[in-house]
């Protein structure tokens, strides 16, 4: 399962609340991105990071920050959530020489009321 | 700008008929093509994907998709359907360059009829 978690697993908060959702992998590996699956929709980019402090828009990044201190770790923020944020999202890293292939973490449900 | 299509939200077969799962992408390059099954509540799993080397690709659980660059298809299909294949299928490509970036189908949900 390339040794990626995310946490917390599920969460429900109010409009207006900041939440951070936390992605750990244990194999140092240089990219990582955060999604979110929507119906209708399959996955869509967020962020992504290509190194420690290095990180980059995606397709549906307004609303979102990401942080990457660590090789380790790759934080989503939502600043103030909204009702359109209540999503699946999933986190992922790149493999490979020329990182073509991605393993997907378990997910994050978020329900914002 | 790539993109892909899954033709179908919704596609369902009786349990050892055939599968089909139809992809079809637009890239100006050369693409990475992929294909995620997805368990309920669970995450992404790699099913297969296609690198170039071979455009007949064999993937996990008795799956394969075949590249036609004249159609720009990347259909995934798999002989004899079981129970256990019923799941969410999503097709995707490597946005050009090297950063990884995918971007996904709106995704084909497959049920399996006893």
């Known amino acids: 399962d390339a040794g990626i978690t995310q946490s917390p697993r599920h969460k429900v908060t109010e409009t207006g609340t900041p939440v951070t959702l936390r992605c750990h992998q244990t194999?140092?590996?240089?990219?990582m991105y955060w999604y979110r699956q929507d119906p209708g929709h399959g996955l869509r980019l967020i962020h992504y990071?290509?190194?420690?402090?290095?990180?980059d828009k995606g397709e549906v990044s307004d609303g979102y920050s990401v942080s990457r201190s660590k090789t380790e770790d790759f934080l989503l923020t939502l600043e103030s959530a909204t009702s359109s944020q209540t999503s699946v999202y999933f986190c992922?890293?790149?493999?490979?020489?020329?990182?073509?292939?991605?393993?997907f973490g378990p997910g994050t449900r978020l329900t914002v009321l | 700008a790539q993109s892909v299509t899954q033709l179908g939200s919704h596609v369902s077969v009786s349990e050892g008929a055939l599968v089909l799962l139809r992809c079809n992408y637009s890239s100006s390059v050369p693409p990475y093509l992929f294909w995620y099954v997805q368990y309920p509540n669970q995450g992404l799993q790699l099913l297969l994907k296609?690198?170039?080397?071979?455009?007949l690709v064999k993937g996990i659980n008795g799956f394969e998709a075949e590249f036609k660059k004249s159609e720009t298809s990347f259909h995934l299909t798999k002989p004899s359907a079981h129970m256990s294949d019923a799941a969410e299928y999503f097709c995707?490509?490597?946005?050009?360059?090297?950063?990884?970036?995918?971007?996904f189908g709106q995704g084909t949900t497959l049920q399996v009829k006893p």
């Open positions: 296609y690198t170039s080397a071979a455009t």
């Open positions: 995707a490509v490597i946005r050009s360059g090297n950063t990884g970036k995918l971007i």
């Open positions: 194999e140092n590996h240089r990219y």
């Open positions: 990071s290509y190194g420690v402090k290095d990180t």
């Open positions: 992922a890293i790149s493999v490979g020489t020329d990182n073509n292939e991605q393993f």
